[in-house]
């Protein structure tokens, strides 16, 4: 606009010229006039054949990735296949490895006349023991083993809901099973190889009130398990005399599951050599407390340290606590935090063990002090895992 004006005024100072020199004038301004119009056009010229250019790369490109996406779809799909044919060789490999296992059980780490499943009708106390060193003088604080690995393992049977506790007692060698998150039953064995025999004969005992979670445990002809109310509460069952005993609110601040993927367990009842533990959650750890087996009294509280996201369950074996983890999608679960309450482990001296891969995640682990082993539920499956134990690094 601006070179316009200078054009129109330059004609009006050059109509006051001679029209020789206003022919001359005038013929030069046209010539500008063209240049700059023969100027514009190839620009406009060349801004469409740009256009044209990008415009025909675009389409390339689009092509290229149009073309891209479906290899990629392609190669996924082929992808998928090629999972699911080995997810279903894995599994495969897994019913094989546990029929061969049913067939030939593991060898468990003590002499040949100890098994993992106890001879019908003889009680353990009744045959010979040739573990190494293993003290169990807990009464007295003479326990002084640590897990070293986990040296057998025997699926036993499938019964009951995904969830559950099995245990045994390791005065009377009965064992007792606690199918389910909640109920007020209980299943009563004479030994592991009745509830192993098919079809299974048991005894049912009635408790009198309901027990939650997967906390309950049998520990001296004594039944202990946690009932939930307006209040979290321990109860203590006589097995012997079929009768309530006593009972005690537990003293947690909130009711946070003690496991983050069982999240129906606020308090963990745990036996080992040195009597009675409860595990429950605070905040984002798992705290520890020692009980009196008789009174149900709490005697001392620790925060070990662990934490609740992607625990899974826990036991204790002479005083040290070991939280087992897990993953949301099953893996294999692993011992990943130990804590000592006499302050003579610590988890970078324990060995960090892991479970063999199995079928997803335990909802209950309970440990036998006679036997040595970790009576575990995993997706309706009881399970046995036999320990090696070793002296602590520090005695």
């Known amino acids: 606009m601006r070179a316009f004006c200078l054009v129109f005024m330059f004609l009006l100072f050059n109509a006051r010229l001679t029209p020789a020199w206003a022919q001359y004038h005038y013929q030069s301004l046209m010539n500008y006039l063209e240049n700059r119009m023969l100027a514009m056009e190839e620009r406009i010229s060349l801004w469409h054949e740009q256009s044209n250019r990008y415009n025909s790369e675009l389409k390339d490109f689009r092509q290229q990735a149009t073309d891209l996406m479906e290899r990629i779809g392609k190669d996924h799909g082929k992808l998928r296949l090629d999972l699911d044919g080995a997810g279903v060789h894995v599994e495969r490999v897994e019913r094989e490895m546990d029929y061969i296992e049913t067939q030939n059980p593991p060898r468990p780490c003590t002499k040949a006349e100890e098994k993992m499943v106890e001879q019908e009708g003889t009680p353990k106390h009744d045959r010979k023991e040739e573990l190494s060193p293993v003290t169990d003088e807990g009464a007295s604080g003479g326990c002084v083993d640590i897990v070293s690995s986990i040296s057998a393992m025997k699926i036993l049977k499938r019964m009951g809901s995904p969830k559950g506790v099995w245990t045994r007692d390791a005065v009377t060698a009965k064992v007792y099973m606690f199918s389910g998150t909640e109920g007020d039953t209980v ?184 036997e040595k082993q970790l009576y575990a539920w995993d997706d309706g499956y009881q399970i046995l895992y036999k320990l090696t134990l070793k002296q602590k690094l520090w005695v």
């Open 187 to 370: 299943h009563e064995y004479s030994s592991v190889s009745a509830l192993s025999s098919s079809p299974a004969s048991s005894r049912a005992i009635s408790l009198p009130t309901f027990w939650n979670g997967t906390g309950n445990t049998v520990h001296n002809n004594q039944m202990y398990y946690v009932s939930e109310g307006t209040d979290v509460r321990v109860m203590k069952f006589d097995l012997h005399n079929s009768s309530s005993g006593d009972s005690a609110v537990f003293p947690v601040d909130d009711r946070s599951p003690v496991y983050a993927l069982n999240p129906e367990t606020v308090v963990d009842l745990v036996a080992d050599e040195e009597g009675l533990w409860a595990l429950y959650g605070s905040k984002d750890n798992i705290n520890l407390a020692k009980m009196d087996a008789n009174t149900l009294d709490t005697e001392q509280m620790w925060d070990t340290g662990c934490p609740r996201g992607n625990a899974e369950s826990a036991f204790v074996v002479c005083g040290t606590l070991y939280v087992v983890y897990n993953t949301r999608p099953p893996s294999r679960s692993r011992i990943q935090c130990v804590f000592d309450v006499n302050d003579m482990v610590t988890s970078e001296e324990a060995p960090l063990l892991y479970f063999p891969r199995r079928y997803g995640a335990h909802s209950s682990l309970k440990y036998n002090t006679q």
